[in-house]
């Protein structure tokens, strides 16, 4: 099986117009031909027939017909050794396009003909990452890109998230930005387990999630493992890498640590959870995780022999329904101090009324969120949420000021709506770009479109 199947047709093609294989070559280096010759008689093996006067063909065999009997004289063959019965025949090849009948075919051959079975059931073949501008990377063009300067500058780990981050089945190009937001990463997972050990979090145990906020993040965990189990047998390494940095992010530090520090978590779990999030990630980043590892109290061994990760608890509507309302409170609240100019250290009076059960822990959303809850006045501003509203003390406001500023954020919002709807209304972005980058780019043309209606009614609002 080919990964992208394209290539699999491309593979079938050439097996079906294949040609004889010229196998000598005339290089320093290589395995020496095992013909050797007397005169007019000629004798194919390792060893010349007895008697005086064979001499050994000088030329080698080509460098392909060599690489070819790598899956399995790597292992010790022609020995039947340990190493060849456990490791033959492997899972996957990943592998460039370049090669596929240079080296794949070949190896297919070989395994078919000296093991009895094919080296390996899936080729994954990777895209060429070009240079920044799209050109293709090279020396003489002065367009290449030193791994290793990458490496002193950003980090491995980071590095390797990067490549992850742009992975496609097109040809992608090389994104420092990419590899900036592997090193944001790394931090942020370094952070968390400084925050995890100085509140007493250990490796090792494994208690049962009782807290609220302990239920949501095994529940979030468990469904990162499993989503992330079938991108990776799918190799979809983007969306995985987007994942994990989104369950680092959004879900374990600017969630579920808060959680913690508001009581809604506790230590003990918060180690079995940072222990499973290292796991997951460890393919990825796994020099920080396997240093995020030692530091944790309680840790034995390497990293390694902790993945792949399992679920730390069973999938929780309840609980991800409950911290999902305390998110959305909190988000809109937060916007409507940035939008309002009031300070987070300023206390608000706050009433929620919900139209629907969620759960809503109100106590963390107060601590949180900075919210004295009461009775809010008669002039109360109201924040909608998908399950009720929020209302809140209404903040004296500028008018004339505001007004300023809600225009510059439609004009904005309308320059960027222009620019998604104009890459969508491209044909050739449409048709050829990657299916995840299209719907990318639909769902940015939704979200400014719904900006600049909001936007414009609140600009309406204020007369």
Known sequence: R????????????????IRPWCLSRQLWWGHQLPVWYRGDEVHVGMEPPGGDGWERDPDVLDTWFSSALWPFATLGWPDRTVELSRFYPTSVLSTAREIIFLWVARMVMMGLEYM?????????????VQ???????????????????VVDREGADALRFGLLMITSTQDVRFSEDRIRQGRQLVTKLWNATRLVVER???????????????????????GAIAQSDDLVQG???????DGLYHLVFDDLCDWYLELLKAGLATPEFAGAALEQVLALAHPVIPFTTEECWSRLPGSEGLMLTHAPPEAPGPHDEQAEAAIGALREAVQAIRSFRAEHGVPQREALVAAVAADRPTGLPVDALAAIANL?????GDDALVLSLSYGRILLTAPAVDVQAERVRLQAALDAARIELARARKQLSNEKFTSRAPEHLVDAEREKARRFAAEVDEVSARLDALG
């Open 131 to 149: 240079a920044p501008d799209g050109r293709r990377m090279s020396k003489s063009l002065g367009t290449g890109i030193d791994p290793l300067d």
């Open 116 to 128: 009895g079975e094919v080296p390996f059931r899936d080729v994954y073949i990777h895209s060429v």
């Open 372 to 376: 004295e809850v009461g009775d809010p």
């Open 2 to 17: 080919f990964t992208p199947p394209t290539w699999g047709r491309v593979y079938r093609d050439w097996l079906e117009e």
């Open 235 to 241: 190799f979809e390494f983007s969306q995985f890498a």
């Open 200 to 222: 007493g979090g250990r490796a090792g145990a494994q208690p049962a999630p009782e807290m609220l906020g302990d239920r949501w993040i095994a529940s979030v965990i468990g």
